[in-house]
């Protein structure tokens, strides 16, 4: 079946579009990665500024992404990604003058050596390049995303979900602006101004204009970038993030921090989906995290001996251990010690975040050797799997990947190094 010439000419003009940006980023890239600290932080807190300023009108773009939110049915965790207040605007705000206030990482020098002929070497971190960010729902990734890629002298092209169009739109005026204000190249920092799908599968084929593509979302849009892009990608597929209450835990402590992990937000990727809890541990500890849970709204799936303890508790299946609810839900299993609760997390776990509770420093010590995660925490909320939270300012996501940035997706992480050769002559025998 030959494609209608109207569907054939909308990708054509999508292809022209993104190809435009493409470009555009293209001949920014060498002037931004020259581009001065000053520089680079004053456009970062001057787009600060701005979003501070109109915060009124980004809140109305996003009561109308809201509005066409609801009426598309998007689930509780979706809408609770979307929206925006005051004091999340705000937020936004503060982590874009957060990134401006870091180290600059370009021309860092990483190490450095002498060699016996003499020559001199130091390896030197280097922008990335062009970075793609595609991204659902969370207007603030907007932000996040433009203040990191700047702040490490990436051109990036931003594009946000339908869901969050005329959010992401305000959010980039403001960043826009700074950039404008700052005389830094108009390409540095672009959004893709459409909401057709082909643009994605534009810019996962453009290798000739973009280095590196981010995508933040859920398990199928991950699916497809990794899938068709033929840009290196940073990714992670899902967010299965677990909390293990040791048989030595506190039981005030273990009841804390796994209503932290799970309720405080359900719809982030660091929220806890899975409880296990030590078969020694389950009289002691597991009556009082459930009744906590419990009052708070969340519903509770567990396998037999949680639910021994328990009618609140409805049977959880295989299917469960699996699944990144992001929603008010929390399966629970009864390991039998430290070795069986390894083994769940690294079989049904996603490799991004897992959280031990524990008083026993041996048994923390084994937990962080040996659950394969980017994260992995003692005694904390899994909901500390943030960028900001560790200090980095913001984050452009979270990689559960082996190559090149694992974990949050920092300034440096949006570096790589180039090796800077210094000699006085010297030619190799």
Known sequence: MTNPPAATAARENVAALLARLGAAARAAAQPLSLASTDDKNRALELAADRIDAQTDTILRANARDLAE?????????????????????GAIARGVREVAALPDPVGAVLAEWERPNGLRIQRVRVP?????????????????????CLKAGNPVILRGGSESTHSSQAIYGCLRDGVEAADLPHGAVQIVPTRDRAAVGAMLTMPEYIDVIVPRGGRSLIERVQRESRVPVFAHLEGICHVYAHAAADPAMARDIVVNAKMRRTGVCGAAETLLIDRAAVRSHLPGIVAALADRGCELRGDDAARATDSRIVAANDEDWRTEYLDAILAIRVVDGIGDAIDHINTYGSHHTDSIVTADERAAARFLAEVDSAIVLHNASTQFADGGEFGMGAEIGISTGRLHARGPVGVEQLTTYKYVVRGTGQVRP
């Open 69 to 89: 939110a609801r009426s598309r049915d998007l689930t509780a965790a979706m809408l609770d990604r979307l929206s925006l207040d005051a004091d999340r605007v």
């Open 128 to 148: 990335l390049g062009v970075i793609g960010v595609i991204y659902e729902s969370r207007p603030n990734v907007t932000a996040d995303a433009a203040a990191l």
